[in-house]
């Protein structure tokens, strides 16, 4: 039995681009990528001082990763590795701003987890995004982002571009979201460690990825909360080997 110990690109599920608000979720999720099933318990908090600009924070605790493998001798033979990384995962910081009702943007900073099995790259993600509303009920959002690695002494991980389009389907007490998106590495990763013709690591991936999912109102007083069911498929290089799948199970208060 050997476990590989390739590093997994960093967590970062999709995220949903709000507009300002203060507010507080929680997450649990489970997923599974590269034969690797995991769970996250996340909590963010946004606050909006002003109408048009909010501060936010999210942090994740991973509670396990157990990795499914299969060897073949004689016959084949399932093994199950406990990976042993029940520590804090990726975390990630930024504001949003809506200079105007139909553009907004988004900054992140994306902090790495210091588990094993996860690269460990500090990342800022600059998002501008235009809304519209074809009625009362139907609003959509589409936009792109760039995501700048910070270089490392011995390895530079290639930047990356995305382009998203996003929809809300509001009905009485329901809340249907939709999210696609698709991200490209525009450069080269190079490992600098290596001699200068021997840096460039041919990893020009892309993904293509969507999630989906449901709200739920349960109180509209003061504080609004929600409970959410969404499911994330993913599908490239980029990301991982093979496609991978999240579930995830949310609440909010909204204020």
């Known amino acids: 039995m050997i476990i590989s110990h390739k590093p997994l690109e960093a967590y970062s599920p999709l995220r949903f681009r709000e507009i300002p608000k203060n507010r507080i979720e929680w997450r649990t999720d489970l997923e599974v990528r590269n034969d690797v099933y995991s769970n996250d318990l996340i909590a963010f908090l946004e606050l909006a001082p002003l109408k048009n600009f909010s501060v936010f924070g999210e942090i994740s605790y991973r509670t396990f990763s157990i990795e499914s493998q299969n060897s073949v001798s004689a016959q084949v033979i399932h093994k199950h ?14 504001i949003r701003f809506l200079p105007f ?26 998002e501008f995004f235009f809304l519209t509303s074809f009625s009362s009920r139907l609003k959509f959002l589409f936009g792109i982002e760039s995501k700048f690695y910070i270089p490392k002494s011995e390895f530079q991980k290639g930047n990356e571009i995305g382009v998203f389009l996003q929809s809300h389907f509001y009905l009485t007490k329901w809340t249907i979201d939709y999210l696609l998106e698709f991200q490209q ?21 892309s993904a293509l990825r969507f999630k989906t999912g449901i709200w739920r109102e349960l109180f509209k007083n003061t504080l609004n909360t929600d409970l959410g069911l969404h499911y ?7 990301y991982a080997k093979e496609p991978s799948h999240r579930l995830e199970f949310s609440a909010r208060v909204l204020w």
């Not at 042993?84 to 910081?93: C, E, G, M, Q, T």
């Not at 994330?232 to 980029?238: D, T």
Request: charged content about 25%.
């Open 81 to 94: 590795v406990n990976l042993d990384v029940s520590r804090l995962n990726a975390s990630l910081v930024g």
């Open 101 to 126: 009702e139909f553009l907004g943007l988004n900054l992140n900073w994306e902090i790495p987890s210091d588990n094993l099995y996860s690269e460990k790259f500090h990342s800022i993600s600059p």
């Open 185 to 205: 590495r525009i450069k080269e990763s190079r490992n600098k460690r290596l001699a200068d013709i021997y840096q460039k690591q041919n990893d020009q991936f």
């Open 232 to 238: 994330e498929f993913s599908q490239g290089l980029l």
